[in-house]
T-cell receptor
Framework: GESVGLHLPTLSVQEGDNSIINCAYS??????FIWYKQESGKGPQFIID?????DKRQGQRVTVLLNKTVKHLSLQIAATQPGDSAVYFC????????????FGKGTRLSVIA | DTGVSQNPRHKITKRGQNVTFRCDPI?????LYWYRQTLGQGPEFLTY????????KSRLLSDRFSAERPKGSFSTLEIQRTEQGDSAMYLC??????????FGPGTRLTVT
């Protein structure tokens, strides 16, 4: 079936550098995308979302980019900090909320101090 | 704090036993979801409720699984005759708006 996937399973970055985590999705009907951060032993934590009528959305130190042409999402984290170390998941659904979230496998981000 | 608590946080059980998990949203939300997550994977949808009504169930939800949400507030997920393949993190999520979902800390189940 259609699913969300990630290009890079692990990513190591130096503290202070910018991080980019990528995600490909395959369901063209999805119109809402969310990035979650999951620390060990905890549930996924909402980071930032984007609707399909946008191609960029910024939060605090995070930016999500959406390229609908190639069905690609990315999460950019500016000035990466040790507290950013976690597994990051992208998820897709529809804006009505009638479709459950479909998650990818996750990318582990390790920040080197 | 996402406003969702789950109990117990960890459960170890022997194969064949029944287990029940509970999800308590701090305040009432229309939608409540259950997901299962195995190590290294993203959460997989199991079922969701709109108020008391269970609106959708994944094919992952075998006959041994049952979920309830009496009165549209807290929810329980029961697994009967547990199998080793049931070992996973069971996550509850609530919707503040139809499309946003906020997760609880999860219940880690280990079936020995």
């Amino acid at each position: 079936g259609e699913s969300v996937g990630l290009h890079l399973p692990t990513l190591s970055v130096q503290e202070g550098d910018n991080s980019i985590i990528n995600c490909a999705y395959s369901n063209s009907a999805s119109d809402y995308f969310i990035w979650y951060k999951q620390e060990s032993g905890k549930g996924p934590q909402f980071i930032i979302d984007i609707r399909s009528n946008m191609d960029k959305r910024q939060g605090q130190r995070v930016t999500v980019l959406l390229n609908k042409t190639v069905k690609h999402l990315s999460l950019q984290i500016a000035a990466t900090q040790p507290g950013d170390s976690a597994v990051y998941f992208c998820a897709e659904t529809d804006y009505s909320g009638n479709t459950p979230l479909v998650f990818g496998k996750g990318t582990r981000l390790s920040v080197i101090a | 704090d996402t406003g969702v608590s789950q109990n117990p946080r960890h459960k170890i059980t022997k194969r064949g036993q029944n287990v029940t998990f509970r999800c308590d949203p701090i305040s009432e939300h229309n939608r409540l979801y259950w997901y299962r997550q195995t190590l290294g994977q993203g959460p997989e949808f199991l079922t969701y409720f709109q108020n008391e009504a269970q609106l959708e169930k994944s094919r992952l939800l075998s006959d041994r699984f049952s979920a309830e949400r009496p009165k549209g507030s807290f929810s329980t997920l029961e697994i009967q005759r547990t199998e080793q393949g049931d070992s996973a993190m069971y996550l509850c999520a609530i919707s503040l708006r139809a499309y946003e979902q906020y997760f609880g800390p999860g219940t880690r189940l280990t079936v020995t």
